[in-house]
């Protein structure tokens, strides 16, 4: 590719990114959203489904769309996530992981494990049921690790809306979403670990818990050192300049020496500097570059690589089901165990669509995939479906179930008043 034609294709991608993503934000939808849809319409996805539903509509030299994917922007897409992985573990406050304690954590464990497997039985019945170990087996729990993740800020915007975030059921779904992270990136780590059918489980988890150890000690001196630095040059350039080469660094050990997603490392590197005092100043500085020009790339990559064009009715009643199963497996999986947890069913239920929302962590973990030759591309179709029902639904959902039941009024109270 020559240098004006990645210019151009970059110029495309950044001017459509902002257009569709103020679109998405007018029409209540997050603007990742938006910036995928473009993807779809720049790239070979919207003429390839055009030519579908009417063959020969569009001139074969059309059909490749104004912008095709290549490995420029496919590298550019990589540091995109890393960049996003790495603020959202700037972003994570382990003070407020602390007060959460064990029902946070717990409801995290559950949100995780119930869609994993709910997702992995998914992909089995329409592809059969296969013995752990097989290259089949292997599929299904990545379909159901994608599952796993939560977005909180969709979440964390209507809760705010509707004055209940700093409520006990809203500090507990913070915490638990920013938990049901973590261990859904683990959980990524685990899997892709056992992407070569000659490897050992074993092996596997010994490197895992290996990587994480090594990031627990390293995490603490670099920590101590670049607290040091950073009381000595607060504010300054260097502060978000060497960051950024932590997060390089980790993200690079991570995938060279430990055969781990080079996403945990640069997560892992943003919690290790979450606490230092300039990590909101870090944040900024790193998320203009992010926003300006990274992440753009990495969203709309994704519709770029979307393909319509191998879509047949199963995989639509696959991705439909996808939806359904992704947004069941949450509401079980969380609401259920906070009812054990001593929570009463309205503000149990409250958590469980509070978890409901998927957004970046479910399209980094599918584009991974992709990457690895996992899947197809046609799963991003179920991706992007089960994001944008999420971020419709959740909103609506939430402001009815608290309008009936606000924090604090419970059914039994009700009765009781109205027995009385």
Not at 2 to 16: N, Q
Not at 359 to 371: D, F, H, Q, R
């Amino acid at each position: 590719m020559e240098t004006y034609e990645i210019l151009r294709d970059l110029a495309i991608i950044i001017l459509a990114a902002k257009f569709m993503g103020l679109v998405a934000k007018k029409c209540k939808i997050p603007s990742v959203v938006g910036e995928i849809v473009a993807g779809l319409i720049i790239g070979p996805c919207l003429p390839g489904l055009i030519n579908l539903i009417i063959p020969g509509v569009i001139p074969s030299n059309f059909l490749s769309g104004l912008v095709q994917p290549s490995d420029f922007i496919n590298w550019m897409a990589e540091i995109g996530v890393i960049l996003i992985m790495f603020s959202a573990g700037l972003e994570t406050n382990l003070k407020e992981l602390k007060k959460s304690g064990l029902q946070a954590l717990v409801i995290a464990c559950f949100g995780v494990a119930v869609p994993l497997v709910f997702g992995a039985i998914l992909y089995m019945c329409f592809h059969g049921f296969a013995a752990p170990g097989t290259e089949e087996f292997f599929c299904a729990a990545f379909i159901g690790s994608i599952m796993t993740a939560t977005s909180v800020s969709i979440t964390v915007e209507s809760l705010r809306e509707l004055g209940h975030l700093q409520g006990r059921v809203g500090q507990t779904i913070l915490s638990a979403a920013i938990i049901d992270d973590v261990i859904g990136i683990i959980v990524l780590t685990f899997v892709l670990g056992m992407k070569d059918p000659s490897s050992n489980p074993g092996m596997v988890i010994v490197k895992t818990v290996l990587f994480l150890l090594v990031s627990f000690v390293g995490g603490i001196v670099c920590y101590k050192v670049f607290k040091k630095v950073d009381a000595r040059y607060p504010h300054t350039r260097r502060i978000p300049i060497i960051g950024l080469g932590i997060c390089f660094i980790l993200s690079y050990i991570a995938e060279r020496y430990f055969g781990i997603a080079d996403i945990t490392g640069a997560y892992l590197a943003g919690i290790i500097l979450c606490n230092v005092r300039d990590a909101s100043y870090i944040d900024r500085k790193v998320s203009i570059n992010s926003y300006m020009i990274f992440a753009p790339v990495f969203f709309v990559g994704i519709g770029l690589k979307t393909d319509f064009s191998s879509m047949d009715t199963s995989m639509l009643l696959f991705s439909v089901l996808f939806v359904v199963v992704a947004l069941a497996g949450k509401i079980i999986g969380c609401s259920g165990i906070s009812k054990c947890l001593g929570f009463n069913m309205p503000d149990s239920l409250k958590i469980g669509i509070g978890m409901m929302t998927r957004g970046e962590v479910a399209l980094i973990i599918t584009s991974k995939g992709l990457n690895l030759g996992i899947i197809d591309a046609s799963y991003f179709t179920a991706v992007i479906l089960l994001i944008i029902v999420s971020s419709v639904v959740v909103p609506i959902l939430l402001k009815a179930v608290y309008s009936k039941y606000p924090d604090g009024a419970y059914p039994e109270k009700k009765s009781e008043k109205a027995a009385s």
